[in-house]
């Protein structure tokens, strides 16, 4: 299935089962992208991306033929859409060969079209802006989703800006309370107390998935066990000044 229109939406392609796609029927109907086509034939999703040059490809890791890797493998390049990974394999493994692929997002199954579409629309947003601006997103996305804080959840979204805050500006750590949260809330058209709380169950639903091993290893260091986890605060700390040594 699969149809060209001469516009100058975002042109969106979707590698997945077509039957009972709620998915697919919500692109189909979406005003914000052109939807171009779909299969679940990772032999067809290749030559359909060749052919039709799609600007963003969602795509399940599990498809006949060709999984999702292998049809990134084959699609690698310059003109490589946006990938977007939506799966209901949620090993950490796959998300970080993912990455490593070049994606830019990996969401676990069930998500909503909504959500799933803000995540693109913020993706090719940036991307219109400053590079170095779009690379910081990239990198704090990478660590959110290795150390297990779906992309879904209010508090991923207030910890990524906080990330970038203190990036920054690192002294605003010690004003968490009275600059920090008060900054995000206005940014969200919400109050800090919801900030504060949004992060707090970010982290709490990330220490649930057991994946604390992940964040030791990005870090190099054995900083958290099972039973400690880091406050807000202490999170945001860690993270932005990674990735102000890293440049």
């Known amino acids: 299935m699969e149809k060209v ?17 709620s ?21 067809k999703v290749v ?15 599990m498809l006949s033929n060709l999984d999702g890797f292998a049809v990134l493998e084959k699609i690698k390049g310059a003109n490589m859409p946006k ?3 939506v799966s209901n394999l949620s090993h950490s493994g796959f998300v970080t060969k993912a990455i490593q692929l070049g994606a830019s997002y990996f969401m676990l199954k069930p998500i909503s079209a909504e959500n799933l579409e803000n995540r693109i629309l913020e993706v090719i947003n940036n991307g219109r802006g400053n590079g170095e601006s779009k690379q910081l997103d990239e990198k704090i996305s990478n660590i959110f989703i290795s150390i297990g804080i779906p992309a879904h959840i209010k508090g991923y979204q207030f910890l990524r800006e906080a990330v970038k805050l203190a990036v920054e500006e690192p ?10 949260y008060p900054t995000i809330a206005e940014r969200f058209e919400t109050s800090s107390s919801k ?3 949004g ?21 190099g260091l054995k900083i958290y066990n099972r039973n400690e986890k880091p406050t807000n605060g202490e999170l945001i700390a860690l993270i932005a000044d990674k990735m102000i040594m890293d440049g």
């Open 195 to 197: 900030v504060e709380r």
């Open 5 to 21: 229109k001469e516009n100058k939406l975002p042109r969106v392609y979707i590698a997945d089962n077509t039957e009972d796609n």
């Open 171 to 180: 002294e605003i750590i010690g004003s968490i309370t009275k600059k920090l």
């Open 47 to 61: 030559e359909d991306v060749e052919k039709l040059k799609p600007d963003i490809l969602i795509t399940e890791v």
């Open 83 to 85: 990938v977007f990974f």
């Open 199 to 219: 992060m707090r169950h970010a982290i709490e639903v990330a220490w649930n998935r057991g994946k604390i091993e992940n964040i030791n290893n990005i870090f």
């Open 23 to 43: 998915l697919i029927e919500y692109f189909q109907n979406s005003d914000q992208f052109d939807f171009v086509g779909a299969s679940f034939d990772g032999m």
